[in-house]
Structures are given as C-alpha cells and as structure tokens.
C-alpha cells in the first residue's frame, strides 16, 4: 500500500470510528446533511460523467497552476503540503470524507506584479463523477492582487451529484483577493463547498457569493484574520424559489486592527428552505477590531422558511461591532414607482430584486470597472432570478 | 395654442380615501390636450392624493367617480397601464430604487412604454445618446445616468430626474407633484422649458405648486383651488396671485363668504 492508499485509507477508518454529523449538531440541525454514503459512493451503476473538473480561462498568465492526481503519492503530498489536517469540529466529518474520495486537485499560486496591477483568474468546476471530493488550493503572494471568479454551474442536464468540495486560500501579508463565486446545482444536487481562508497582516479578502438552492446545498466559509489590519468582506447572495440552501460562515478575527464584515441577502419563495448563520469571533487582544453582520431574509411568494442567526462572540473589550437580522418585502415605493413609469408588476419586480442583488455584490466587491463589472453586468443574476424567481402566489405569514 | 373641445383628461367627482380618512370628498375637473391646469391648496388639501390617485396607487382607494384619459376608463386599468395609456405622475418625493442604475431604469421604462405603442424598442447606445443630451439640457449631471436610481441624489437632482423620465417618456398628460421644490433658478427654467416644449407637442399638464414666479412662467389656461376634498374655486392667473397675497386661510373664508 503506497502512502496516498493509506491516507485514504485512514480517513475512512477515522469516519468508521467518529461517524458522521450528528443530528443534533448546533451547525447543522437546521438542516442536516444527506447521510455519509451519499458523499463517498461511487455510483458504479450510473452513466460516466464528462465534466473537466476545474478549468482556468484564458489570459491567466502570471499565475501557476498545477492539476494535481490524489491518488498519485507525490502528487498528493504536493497536493496537500501545508494544509491542515481534519480536526474535529463539528464539519470535520466533511473533511475527513475530502480526503477519503478526493481525487484530484488544483494548486494556484498567485505572484505579486511589478505593477501591482490585479491579476484576473477565472475557474470553472463541472464535476467529473457522481460523487466526489474537488480540492482547490490558491495561494496570494505579499502583496499581490488578484481578481478571481469561480463557477459551479450545471451548464448542460447530467446526472444529479454529491460534490463535497473544499478549497484553501492564503493571502500574504498585504495581499488582496477579490472573489465573485457562482454556485448554481442542479435541483436533485447535493453539494457542499468549504472555504478555508487564513489572511496575513494587511491582506483584504472580499467574497461575493451567488447561489441557488438544491436537494442538498452547503455554503460554509471559515476565515481568520491571522495578522494585525487584516480585513475581510463578505457577501452572500441567495436566491431560492425552490430547494434549500445553508450557509455558514464563521469568522476568526486574531490581530489587533481587524475588521471583518458579513452581510447575507435570501430571496426566496415556495417551499425553499434557506439557512443563514454568520458567527464572529473577536479573540482576545484584538484591539481595535471593528466587525459587522446584517443578514436579510426577503419571502417572496409562498411559504418559504428562512432562519436567519447572526452570532457574535467577543472576547476582548475595545471593539467595535454590530449585528441584526431583518425579515422584510421589497420595497413597496420603489415597486410602484417603476409600475408607474410603466413597467408591469413582473417586470418592476424583477427589477427591484437584480437590483438588490447588485448593491449587495457592489457594496463588497466595490464598484469598479474590469472584468468583475463584466461579469456582473453580463446577464447572469438576471437569467437567476428569472429562473428562480418567478411571479406567483402572495407570501404567507404565520 | 388650440385646444381640442373633448378634454383629454375628464374626473368626475372623484372620492378617494387613504386609511379610514376620505381625503378627495369630489373632485371633477377637465384638461384638454395642450393645456395646463395649475393646483394649488394647503398642506394635506388632497392635491398629492389626487396624483396617486389617478397613478393607481394601492393606498388611495377610489370609493367614487370616475377619470377618463383619452376617453378611457383609467380607474380599472393597474398602475402601469395607467402609464402606459399616456400618464405621468411625477413624485413629491422621488425614492429610491436600491441597486437599479438609472440608464437601466430609464431604458427599461420607455421600452415598456414603446412597446405599448407598438413602437420598436431602443438598444442601448441608442438610448444613452439621447438621455445624455436630454440630461444635459436638464442640467442633470452625467454621472448620475450610471448610478442607482435616485440613491444619494440631492433634492433638486431627484426633480430634475423626474424631468428627464417625463422628457423622454413623453406622455399625453403629466402631474408634477411641486416640482419646483427643492430646485434651483436653473432648475425651475429647466421645468418651464420642458413643459412648454412638451405642450407645444400636445401633452397635457397638471401642476401642483406653491410658487408664483414659476406659475406665472408657464402661464396656466386654468388654476384650481383645492380645499378640503374639494375644487372650491376655479379661475386664471389672478386667482393664484390672490393666494400667493392673501393665503389659503383668507381664500376659505372669503368662499364661504
């Protein structure tokens, strides 16, 4: 047995002997995750897929990448230098089951530019089998600025998937991540992504995140702001008319001078069932740290449940921080007046919702202009909510 | 200026409650095309409620009456029908719409609008084109086509906004909500400019304002007193400058008279 078929080997053992999430678990009881098989299974008897895995858009230079095979023992140990092992949270299980079925890898090292001008990645994922494990491992030098855009869209109809993915990133000290990423399954998916983000002293990180419901959808961020001025931004956007979603994100702040803000944005209808839990930790010594959590819950149509639990957990006294939780309808003034200058109610409501989502993305990504702007203006979030969001029966309370 | 003798916009003793308070007890009143009544009446006299009103606004409830737009039943249509048949409301108070750039906004409408009059829909550069010059003879800054509607506008900026939808929109009768307030001198030439500009092409205007000076500039056909719910007087520039002497309160008491 070669070292990759043993620490494979051992991660099942480890999930033998732990087991998987309990059902009482504070994380997850809300919604609890499909079983351990669905998330090691292989599904012989189903047709292949034919997804590429992770692929780098063009114009990428300046970056090093390396796809790298788990199942290969160099490769894996290059795959999987420096990163920690599995602990014992309660999402450890999901990691435990990472290295149990991963396969494959993708490693991004990120430079700093003479300039400093931001380099632009943009990363595709489209799974490769009906259970599987990605791994992306991305790297920001000292001082480098990079935009990165990540995709996970069903882009044709395939099979339904369990895709637990995990993804590390490290900033450098004063480095600086702007990071849009697109979750969009299919209806029958069950998917789990978990971010793992450690920033340095002075790096910026600023995530925006769209995402649709599934059969299973998991949205779990874990980022601690390791060095004094370390900041981070993020933005969830999620969109539901049916299927269900949960994201968390939970937040470390270390150092002295550290700000971190959360701000989470449902849209739902139906029967969708949309969990949003931000919880921040301000660590002893951090003076001068500044957070802020604004999670809003908005029914549309239907009897959709949405829960909503900011969290702050304050370990030191010269902080700043502030949180809430606001369940509301769009605004009622904003929609007649577009109805008034003409626009039916489907076509004003439309409106008002993109561009809701849109002041959310801004207002963590910034402005801007390049390829983000590009993006964001390109139709995506007006095809999601037209497909998610559709016109239909009034909300109902209680 | 020739005015047709069928009025364009006829209200029949329009009652509208807002809550539990009936604000409009019976309005009646005609605008032909081309024409411009002015509206004037104290604080809470109904003039707001009869915009909204007429707009289609789910707070003001029509108990009674009828208005009629080009000879079309305006009370069953929905709001953007309202729009679309040729009415414009424009805001006391213009919100904002969090998020929604304004050229998207602007274009968006007057799409709906075209399509509407079997007209064929503008594309972008088309559209930029033409609001840029109008913002600009608006004196509404450029800037301000590419940021979300209304948000962090100042007051005037709001109003002259309003100008720019109702310049490019262009329908067949306009009720400007005291547009005048919060603008500036230019701004008020602006609004006089547009709304001569656009009688000349037809368009018909009710205008709520509390000023002379801006009232005098567009030289009303008619000017309406609102008092309680009411049309309690009707008259021409005389009657606007007796206000502006002697006040809502001695005009009241001199009809009761």
Redesign the interface.
């Given at each position: 047995m070669d070292s990759a078929q043993a620490d494979i080997l051992a991660a099942r053992e480890h999930l033998d002997a732990q087991g998987w999430i309990a059902r009482r678990s504070e994380a997850f009881h809300h919604l609890p995750p499909p079983a351990l098989p669905d998330w090691l299974a292989a599904h012989d008897d189903a047709p292949p897929l034919n997804g590429p895995g992770w692929t780098l858009g063009q114009g990428a230079s300046g970056v090093q990448a390396h796809w790298l095979d788990a199942h290969d023992p160099a490769q894996r140990a290059e795959l999987l230098a420096g990163l920690p092992r599995p602990g014992e949270g309660e999402a450890a299980p999901f990691a435990w089951a990472h290295r149990a079925l991963c396969r494959e890898g993708l490693r991004l090292h990120v430079a700093a530019t003479p300039q400093r001008a931001p380099l632009c990645l943009q990363l595709h994922h489209q799974p490769r089998a009906r259970a599987e494990a990605p791994l992306l491992v991305l790297d920001v030098a000292p001082g480098a600025h990079c935009v990165l855009i990540e995709t996970h869209e069903a882009d044709t109809a395939r099979p339904a998937v369990a895709q637990n993915l995990h993804a590390h990133i490290r900033l450098g000290q004063g480095a600086r991540l702007q990071h849009l990423r697109i979750a969009a399954p299919q209806a029958g998916d069950r998917v789990a992504h978990h971010l793992h983000v450690q920033l340095a002293e002075g790096a910026d990180y600023a995530q925006a995140l769209a995402a649709t419901g599934s059969g299973y959808h998991l949205q779990r961020n874990h980022i601690t702001l390791q060095g004094a001025g370390a900041s981070a931004r993020q933005a969830a956007l999620l969109l539901l008319g049916s299927g269900q979603i949960d994201q968390q994100t939970y937040t470390d702040l270390q150092a002295a001078q550290c700000a971190s803000q959360v701000e989470t944005l449902v849209l739902a209808q139906g029967r969708a069932h949309a969990v949003a839990n931000a919880h921040t930790r301000i660590a002893p010594g951090s003076d001068g740290a500044s957070v802020r959590q604004r999670l809003a819950g908005v029914p549309l149509a239907g009897h959709p449940r949405l829960i909503l639990r900011p969290h702050l957990e304050i370990l030191h006294d010269d902080v700043q921080a502030a949180h809430g939780a606001t369940w509301g309808a769009l605004p009622e003034d904003a929609l007649f007046y577009a109805r008034q200058r003409g626009l039916d109610e489907a076509a004003a409501r439309a409106l008002i919702i993109e561009g809701m989502a849109h002041a959310l993305l801004e207002r963590c990504l910034g402005p801007g202009d390049g390829v983000l702007a590009e993006w964001l203006q390109g139709g995506w979030l007006a095809r999601a909510i037209a497909q998610q969001l559709q016109p239909g029966e009034e909300v109902h309370h209680g | 200026m020739t005015h047709t003798t069928q009025p364009l916009l006829q209200v029949r003793d329009l009652r509208v409650r807002v809550g539990e308070r009936t604000v409009l007890q019976s309005v009646s009143l005609d605008v032909p095309a081309g024409a411009l009544v002015v509206l004037m009446g104290a604080n809470g006299s109904g003039k707001s409620t009869l915009g909204m009103a007429l707009?289609?606004?789910?707070s003001y409830r029509v108990d009674g009456g009828q208005a009629l737009l080009g000879g079309q039943d305006l009370l069953p249509l929905?709001?953007?029908e309202?729009?679309?048949a040729g009415l414009?409301?424009s805001?006391q108070s213009?919100?904002?719409?969090?998020?929604?750039?304004n050229n998207?906004?602007l274009r968006?409408?007057?799409n709906?609008?075209h399509e509407?009059r079997g007209q064929p829909p503008l594309d972008a550069f088309d559209f930029l084109a033409g609001a840029r010059q109008t913002a600009k003879e608006l004196g509404l800054p450029e800037a301000l086509l590419g940021r979300?509607v209304n948000e962090g506008f100042s007051g005037g900026e709001r109003k002259r906004n309003e100008l720019l939808?109702l310049a490019l929109?262009q329908p067949r009768l306009a009720l400007l909500d005291e547009i005048d307030s919060g603008m500036d001198v230019d701004g008020v030439r602006a609004v006089v400019a547009l709304v001569q500009r656009l009688r000349a092409q037809g368009t018909a205007f009710i205008v709520v304002s509390h000023y002379l000076t801006m009232i005098e500039q567009l030289q009303p056909d008619t000017v309406l007193r609102l008092d309680q719910g009411r049309i309690a007087e009707a008259g021409d520039m005389e009657l606007a400058r007796r206000i502006a002497r002697t006040g809502f309160a001695r005009q009241a008491e001199t009809a009761e008279a």
């Amino acid at each position: 047995m070669d070292s990759a078929q043993a620490d494979i080997l051992a991660a099942r053992e480890h999930l033998d002997a732990q087991g998987w999430i309990a059902r009482r678990s504070e994380a997850f009881h809300h919604l609890p995750p499909p079983a351990l098989p669905d998330w090691l299974a292989a599904h012989d008897d189903a047709p292949p897929l034919n997804g590429p895995g992770w692929t780098l858009g063009q114009g990428a230079s300046g970056v090093q990448a390396h796809w790298l095979d788990a199942h290969d023992p160099a490769q894996r140990a290059e795959l999987l230098a420096g990163l920690p092992r599995p602990g014992e949270g309660e999402a450890a299980p999901f990691a435990w089951a990472h290295r149990a079925l991963c396969r494959e890898g993708l490693r991004l090292h990120v430079a700093a530019t003479p300039q400093r001008a931001p380099l632009c990645l943009q990363l595709h994922h489209q799974p490769r089998a009906r259970a599987e494990a990605p791994l992306l491992v991305l790297d920001v030098a000292p001082g480098a600025h990079c935009v990165l855009i990540e995709t996970h869209e069903a882009d044709t109809a395939r099979p339904a998937v369990a895709q637990n993915l995990h993804a590390h990133i490290r900033l450098g000290q004063g480095a600086r991540l702007q990071h849009l990423r697109i979750a969009a399954p299919q209806a029958g998916d069950r998917v789990a992504h978990h971010l793992h983000v450690q920033l340095a002293e002075g790096a910026d990180y600023a995530q925006a995140l769209a995402a649709t419901g599934s059969g299973y959808h998991l949205q779990r961020n874990h980022i601690t702001l390791q060095g004094a001025g370390a900041s981070a931004r993020q933005a969830a956007l999620l969109l539901l008319g049916s299927g269900q979603i949960d994201q968390q994100t939970y937040t470390d702040l270390q150092a002295a001078q550290c700000a971190s803000q959360v701000e989470t944005l449902v849209l739902a209808q139906g029967r969708a069932h949309a969990v949003a839990n931000a919880h921040t930790r301000i660590a002893p010594g951090s003076d001068g740290a500044s957070v802020r959590q604004r999670l809003a819950g908005v029914p549309l149509a239907g009897h959709p449940r949405l829960i909503l639990r900011p969290h702050l957990e304050i370990l030191h006294d010269d902080v700043q921080a502030a949180h809430g939780a606001t369940w509301g309808a769009l605004p009622e003034d904003a929609l007649f007046y577009a109805r008034q200058r003409g626009l039916d109610e489907a076509a004003a409501r439309a409106l008002i919702i993109e561009g809701m989502a849109h002041a959310l993305l801004e207002r963590c990504l910034g402005p801007g202009d390049g390829v983000l702007a590009e993006w964001l203006q390109g139709g995506w979030l007006a095809r999601a909510i037209a497909q998610q969001l559709q016109p239909g029966e009034e909300v109902h309370h209680g | 200026m020739t005015h047709t003798t069928q009025p364009l916009l006829q209200v029949r003793d329009l009652r509208v409650r807002v809550g539990e308070r009936t604000v409009l007890q019976s309005v009646s009143l005609d605008v032909p095309a081309g024409a411009l009544v002015v509206l004037m009446g104290a604080n809470g006299s109904g003039k707001s409620t009869l915009g909204m009103a007429l707009a289609g606004h789910p707070s003001y409830r029509v108990d009674g009456g009828q208005a009629l737009l080009g000879g079309q039943d305006l009370l069953p249509l929905p709001a953007h029908e309202r729009a679309r048949a040729g009415l414009f409301v424009s805001y006391q108070s213009p919100p904002d719409v969090p998020g929604v750039k304004n050229n998207l906004f602007l274009r968006t409408a007057l799409n709906a609008v075209h399509e509407a009059r079997g007209q064929p829909p503008l594309d972008a550069f088309d559209f930029l084109a033409g609001a840029r010059q109008t913002a600009k003879e608006l004196g509404l800054p450029e800037a301000l086509l590419g940021r979300p509607v209304n948000e962090g506008f100042s007051g005037g900026e709001r109003k002259r906004n309003e100008l720019l939808q109702l310049a490019l929109l262009q329908p067949r009768l306009a009720l400007l909500d005291e547009i005048d307030s919060g603008m500036d001198v230019d701004g008020v030439r602006a609004v006089v400019a547009l709304v001569q500009r656009l009688r000349a092409q037809g368009t018909a205007f009710i205008v709520v304002s509390h000023y002379l000076t801006m009232i005098e500039q567009l030289q009303p056909d008619t000017v309406l007193r609102l008092d309680q719910g009411r049309i309690a007087e009707a008259g021409d520039m005389e009657l606007a400058r007796r206000i502006a002497r002697t006040g809502f309160a001695r005009q009241a008491e001199t009809a009761e008279a």
